[in-house]
């Protein structure tokens, strides 16, 4: 099946992908193989269809952070034919926060401060272990706050543990205390942001790899295992704003954008369509994921007309197992969410 994967900033390209590639590594002084773990749900799953699909963001936070409604949850998801379950990040929260949230009209989040919230990667670790089809994602995860080498290694671990279906969204942040508590400058963020996905891209893609950058920088590393899907993992871009559009345009494989209303998708999906024709690149080549704050089932026919690829239905699970299935099942039959026909 051919794959999309990206040659230069802006540019993805179709090439033909080997489910099994090989390569060797000095150890010791002996040469030992190393070959990419085969993968039937990589390898005939493609992650682009005609129909807009149906993810879920609804674990790792709340009531989503109990293993029991994580694993009732997950499990449920790919039987109903959710196509991807999204797990955001924050670190720290603080009781009366400075920054204004971005995402709502009064500045501020819905998530109460002691709100459980479960590390994203470690979450989606878990539900890669209790599902084998579905695809799992952080939406969003905070990369300027973090070592990219070491997301890099993570993000990697984690692709290969669930056989090619993790995808890594990422975005600047938004609270400057959150990155005081971390020690982590907030001014400059976007810059590292990028340069951060180049490097963890390098060390995807290449066997001894070398990077040079303003903020980071190694020469002659290793770093294995290398993701399922010819050595690249997606990258969502998130953020609603021109600035995060021109992210996504820069070096993003796709767009998450965030509790848009209806009124708000068709003219940022322009807005980011004008911005890849600007660049020399195909506005198709990018994954088109929102949710919405004042969706319903009827308007997904116009989202597709627009075009957005994934509608993310955003919404906290029971507290419980016990009814964590069914309420799945409700979620999915009000959506109209079926088992895809790859």
Known sequence: ????????????????????????????????????????????????????????????????ADPGVIEAVARAAEVAGFSTLWSGEHVVMVDRPDSPYPYTGDGKIAVPSDADWLDPLVALSFVAAVTSRIRIATGILLLPQHNPVVVAKQAASLDVLSQGRFALGIGVGWSSEEFAALGVPFQGRARRMEEFVEAMRT????DVSSYQGEFVRFQEVRSYPKPVRARRLPVFVGGNSDRALDRVVAYGDGWYGFNLSMKEVPERVAALSTRCLRAHRDPASVEVAVSLRDGSPQDVEALAATGVTELVVVDSPPAHPGPAARWVTSLAQRWHVSQPTH
């Open 203 to 206: 060390l995807w893609r290449d």
């Open 1 to 64: 099946m051919d794959k999309l994967v990206k040659l230069t900033p802006g540019v993805l390209l179709p090439v033909k992908t080997d489910p099994n590639p090989a390569d060797t590594a000095a150890v010791g002084g002996d040469a030992v193989a190393r070959r990419s773990v085969p993968s039937p749900v990589a390898d005939s799953y493609s992650w682009k269809c005609s129909a807009v699909r149906i993810g879920l963001h609804a674990l790792g936070i709340g009531p989503g």
